[in-house]
């Protein structure tokens, strides 16, 4: 019997150890995962908003359609208008939550501070996605040349997305 107990003590000591490093991780990590959650979050509310924004003025479906339509379901892009929405949703969304992981807003200072800090974070990353999508998504896998006034309001869309992740994401880092 007293050889089970030198047996239990070692293996109580190894679960308190284990239990320290977990709650040490956790601290560390923690916060960040918290911080990739209101980026998904954020990413999905800026997403809503983007097409809202832009459809009424291009009277266009989403890229994706256009994506979708050339690479997957064959046709014309309004036949593949809400699997262009949920796919742009997606991207949407992950985008947010790489966001959330790697923007430069603290929890310090004051609320004003954090959220100003978050908007001009997500407006130059908003105006980044702009870029990217444009060169890559419509020149490079579409093919597409924009007319000036089509150019401006994807651009303008994306500020409207960097806008709204960037106070979501600003507003909650407290």
Request: aromatic letters at 6%.
């Amino acid at each position: 019997m007293s050889a089970d107990r030198p047996a239990d003590r070692a293996e109580g000591i190894g679960r308190r150890e284990i239990e320290t490093a977990a709650r040490r991780s956790s601290i560390a990590v923690g916060p960040h995962l918290r911080r990739v959650g209101v980026g998904l979050l954020a990413g999905l509310m800026a997403t809503v908003i983007m097409p809202v924004f832009r459809m009424p003025i291009s009277d266009s479906p989403p890229p994706t359609a256009d994506l979708w339509a050339r690479y997957v379901g064959g046709g014309e892009p309004e036949d593949h208008l809400l699997v262009g929405l949920l796919l742009h949703l997606g991207y949407g969304t992950a985008a947010g939550g790489l966001f959330g992981a790697l923007a430069p807003v603290s929890s310090t200072g004051t609320e004003l501070s954090r959220e100003v800090r978050g908007v001009l974070a997500a407006l130059a990353y908003g105006l980044l996605l702009a870029a990217f999508g444009e060169r890559v998504l419509l020149v490079g896998l579409l093919g597409m040349d924009l007319e000036a006034d089509e150019r401006f309001v994807f651009h303008a869309s994306h500020v409207v997305y960097g806008l709204t992740l960037g106070a979501w994401v600003g507003s909650r880092t407290a």
